[in-house]
């Protein structure tokens, strides 16, 4: 059974041979500080650390590292618009994105905050004159179409493509700042819809404007919205079924118009209590399982809903035994969460978000170690 065969299947929730496996993608790498200790760790050489992303200061891993860890799962980005050029400014150590949001990196910071916001008033009127970037530009997908033929026909892999902007209410906050957005939830209900549905608006342009172009050549689209923190809700429930969920569901019908591929949502911390929502706004697949967080029991999970949603991450809790426990901690940890999740398939096997500078090499070797070893099918057989 090839890789691409194996995703297929266990997001049909039907087992495969083994656990599929996504190590490298968007929110499956690592931080390139990581990924230099894992090659030094692995002996090979530390010339070529791409950076795939710029805000979290991931890599996009070497072809023989995926392969050593048996990854499943390829990806590719839309581009930018043809207007945009990025730019990092070395004196401040920030740059701009395309919309206008200011990135900065703390002097001995790991990745990049965000540091400034367009929508500085909060109202309409500023909301109706704020320039968004052109979503239909032709540049964003020059090129794509061959990119994703070429993925699908000289690899086995499954073919995802990534997001490049945050969902509905992620993009709204990093217009308006995470403080004022949620102080205009409290005071100011119609400019918070107002502006979600401006960022809907433009996803749904986008989207349709990519999967045109990709649309029969993908097996996964990714999209992007954090909805909990380590402890619950970052905002009302109601607000989100009120708000957000609705535009959700607008999206992803979109998405299943333009294609016959799989919908992953990540939306890390606490979503025990979204779950039901996001499953029924039409999301196929949730990532990352955040597993240390409040409510995100594997075997809860698993129970309540596994027949409806496919789990995708949920590796090995990345706050205490990631970083901080031996090998054989993280192995064990690996196969609690195999043996919760893979039974029945509907589980692909990753990294709880990006694995950061703090864990030791022979730990991240551990961890896919043991999700080849212990993801055979028949689970604990």
Not at 229 to 238: A, R, V
Not at 291 to 298: H, L, N, Q, Y
Request: net charge negative; proline share 7%.
């Amino acid at each position: 059974m090839n890789s691409r065969e194996r995703v297929l299947l266990a997001l049909d929730h039907q087992e495969p041979d083994r656990v599929p496996i996504d190590f490298g993608g968007l929110v499956t790498s690592l931080h390139h500080e990581a990924y230099r200790n894992l090659l030094l760790y692995l002996g090979l050489p530390t010339d070529d650390i791409p950076i795939m992303d710029t805000f979290q200061q991931i890599v996009d891993p070497a072809p023989a590292v995926k392969d050593m860890f048996h990854a499943d799962v390829v990806g590719f980005f839309p581009h930018d618009a043809a207007d945009f050029e990025f730019k990092l400014d070395p004196e401040t150590d920030s740059f701009v994105d395309e919309w206008g949001v200011v990135y900065r990196r703390p002097p001995g910071g790991y990745w990049y905050d965000l540091a400034g916001h367009p929508l500085q008033e909060g109202t309409i009127e500023e909301l109706k004159n704020f320039q968004f970037p052109d979503a239909g530009d032709p540049s964003r997908v020059k090129g794509l179409a061959d990119e994703a033929k070429r993925l699908l026909e000289e690899t086995d892999k499954a073919v995802m493509i990534h997001a490049p902007i945050g969902g509905v209410f992620e993009q709204s906050y990093w217009l308006r700042g995470l403080e004022a957005l949620f102080m205009d939830m409290a005071d100011n209900r119609a400019y918070v819809e107002a502006l979600a549905e401006r960022v809907l608006e433009w996803l749904l342009e986008f989207w349709s404007l990519v999967l045109d172009e990709v649309g029969p050549s993908v097996h996964v689209v990714e999209l992007s919205d954090d909805l909990g923190g380590q402890h619950g809700p970052l905002f009302s429930p109601d607000l989100y079924r009120e708000v957000y969920k609705l535009r959700h569901r607008r999206l992803t019908d979109l998405i299943h118009q333009k294609t016959d591929a799989k919908i992953f949502l990540h939306c890390c911390g606490s979503i025990y209590w979204a779950l039901s929502d996001i499953i029924e706004s039409g999301v196929d697949i949730i990532n990352p399982v955040q597993v240390s967080a409040r409510d995100m029991e594997t075997d809860r999970l698993k129970r309540e809903f596994g027949r409806d949603i496919v789990f995708w991450g949920g590796g090995a809790d990345p706050i205490r035994v990631l970083p901080f426990g031996t090998p054989r901690d993280v192995k064990e940890e690996a196969r609690r969460r195999i043996n919760d999740l893979a039974p029945g398939g509907g589980f692909v096997f990753g990294t709880i978000h990006n694995i950061q500078p703090d864990v030791p090499p022979d730990n991240i070797v551990a961890l896919f170690e043991a999700a080849h070893e212990y993801g055979q099918y028949p689970i604990g057989g």
